[in-house]
């Protein structure tokens, strides 16, 4: 039974500014969930508020969180069905700050059954490749992060893109010279094309063997995502369109992406996540699982999930590479490009605010 829940509102500087097409930020700001039950046992989570992607705040997710803990005090911790409906009945939306309290149950789960995570959810493999980010930046910081990342000993890059035809095809022009042609590469817009547009420079960066565009057009207009996806010689993944099971169907029906990118913070956590891979698993999907700007409790969240489930094929899983501090330890590591686990119970990892 849950006998305690705490959530703590977290800020940490970050390494250096992060931008993308609609924003730029140079802080993280997020919040960690703690919750304890009656036979002794205890997991973390954390939701990451991002309001041009989940339409959640601070403020909002501070007071979701209020509300959801007089909810679920008191809850069966192992009834994750009752838990999620008792959620869903008390506050609209607000899936970050549910996937902060969906992970620290499931962290509670690995813990009392002895297992990490990703056994629990299937234990389909001890590595997954990540990739590491190019921001819109200039186009030297992009080579030289393109070289920091294959110091690294990474096997994959994400360019972002978003400053216009011309400079965008010499950014990833610039990046596949510096890593070469061993490098999985792919392109994410951040849904700031056109179809049209989008098309245009699908055509014009096809030549540098790019693994797929990721979100090319904006997020409600499907149509636009399908129109690039049926002429695109490129594959495309559909990202911000999609945040729980229902977009996937969506997306599946009108055959509008060739892959879909999972984020835990849009899904509302671990559980509605799997249930998103099985349905693109159905349709013949493969899924990314990606991240927010977030601490490595998240990220190693998704790691676990990436890890446990067959139909996940990429792995975009480095938010926590841009903060100035860890409040954990045992999280995700990289090994030879590949994110791994530490192999203790649930999450593998322990946290200390005070870091």
Same mark, same amino acid.
């Given at each position: 039974?849950?006998?305690?829940?705490?959530?703590?509102?977290?800020?940490?500087?970050?390494?250096?500014?992060?931008?993308?097409?609609?924003?730029?930020?140079?802080?993280?700001?997020?919040?960690?969930?703690?919750?304890?039950?009656?036979?002794?046992?205890?997991?973390?989570?954390?939701?990451?508020?991002?309001?041009?992607?989940?339409?959640?705040?601070?403020?909002?997710?501070?007071?979701?969180?209020?509300?959801?803990?007089?909810?679920?005090?008191?809850?069966?911790?192992?009834?994750?069905?009752?838990?999620?409906?008792?959620?869903?009945?008390?506050?609209?939306?607000?899936?970050?700050?549910?996937?902060?309290?969906?992970?620290?149950?499931?962290?509670?789960?690995?813990?009392?059954?002895?297992?990490?995570?990703?056994?629990?959810?299937?234990?389909?493999?001890?590595?997954?490749?990540?990739?590491?980010?190019?921001?819109?930046?200039?186009?030297?910081?992009?080579?030289?992060?393109?070289?920091?990342?294959?110091?690294?000993?990474?096997?994959?890059?994400?360019?972002?893109?978003?400053?216009?035809?011309?400079?965008?095809?010499?950014?990833?022009?610039?990046?596949?010279?510096?890593?070469?042609?061993?490098?999985?590469?792919?392109?994410?817009?951040?849904?700031?094309?056109?179809?049209?547009?989008?098309?245009?420079?699908?055509?014009?960066?096809?030549?540098?063997?790019?693994?797929?565009?990721?979100?090319?057009?904006?997020? +409600?207009?499907?149509? !636009? @995502? #399908?129109?690039?996806?049926?002429?695109?010689?490129?594959? /495309?993944?559909?990202? $911000?369109?999609?945040?729980?099971?229902?977009?996937?169907?969506?997306?599946?029906?009108?055959?509008?992406?060739?892959?879909?990118?999972?984020?835990?913070?849009?899904?509302?956590?671990?559980?509605?996540?799997?249930?998103?891979?099985?349905?693109?698993?159905?349709?013949?999907?493969?899924?990314?699982?990606?991240?927010?700007?977030?601490?490595?409790?998240?990220?190693?969240?998704?790691?676990?999930?990436?890890?446990?489930?067959?139909?996940?094929?990429?792995?975009?899983? +480095?938010?926590?590479? !841009? @903060? #100035?501090?860890?409040?954990?330890?045992?999280?995700?590591? /990289?090994?030879?490009? $590949?994110?791994?686990?530490?192999?203790?119970?649930?999450?593998?990892?322990?946290?200390?605010?005070?870091?």
């Amino acid at each position: 039974m849950i006998s305690g829940f705490d959530y703590f509102r977290l800020d940490i500087p970050m390494v250096k500014e992060f931008r993308i097409s609609f924003e730029s930020t140079s802080s993280y700001q997020g919040f960690l969930v703690r919750i304890r039950t009656d036979d002794g046992f205890e997991g973390w989570g954390e939701g990451v508020p991002t309001p041009l992607i989940t339409g959640e705040t601070m403020g909002s997710a501070e007071f979701a969180l209020s509300m959801l803990k007089g909810a679920v005090t008191g809850m069966d911790d192992a009834s994750s069905e009752s838990i999620w409906d008792a959620m869903q009945q008390t506050v609209r939306g607000e899936y970050a700050a549910k996937c902060a309290i969906d992970t620290a149950l499931w962290d509670i789960t690995g813990r009392r059954s002895g297992m990490p995570l990703s056994r629990l959810l299937g234990g389909f493999r001890q590595g997954i490749a990540t990739s590491y980010t190019i921001d819109l930046g200039t186009l030297a910081e992009a080579e030289t992060m393109a070289q920091e990342f294959m110091d690294l000993g990474l096997k994959a890059v994400k360019v972002k893109l978003g400053r216009g035809m011309a400079e965008d095809y010499e950014r990833v022009k610039t990046v596949r010279q510096k890593v070469g042609g061993d490098m999985t590469l792919y392109v994410d817009f951040n849904q700031s094309y056109s179809a049209k547009k989008a098309i245009e420079l699908s055509q014009k960066i096809h030549k540098f063997e790019i693994e797929f565009l990721e979100q090319p057009t904006r997020a +409600d207009d499907i149509s !636009s @995502l #399908k129109f690039v996806r049926d002429r695109s010689s490129i594959p /495309v993944m559909a990202d $911000e369109s999609v945040h729980g099971p229902e977009d996937a169907l969506r997306i599946i029906r009108m055959e509008a992406a060739d892959m879909i990118n999972l984020k835990l913070m849009k899904s509302g956590g671990i559980s509605r996540g799997r249930q998103l891979i099985e349905i693109a698993e159905a349709a013949g999907l493969p899924v990314m699982i990606g991240c927010m700007v977030e601490t490595k409790i998240a990220t190693t969240a998704g790691t676990h999930l990436a890890l446990g489930m067959k139909n996940v094929k990429y792995a975009d899983l +480095d938010g926590y590479t !841009s @903060l #100035k501090r860890d409040v954990t330890t045992n999280g995700v590591t /990289v090994v030879n490009g $590949e994110n791994r686990v530490s192999g203790l119970p649930g999450l593998g990892l322990e946290v200390d605010l005070s870091r």
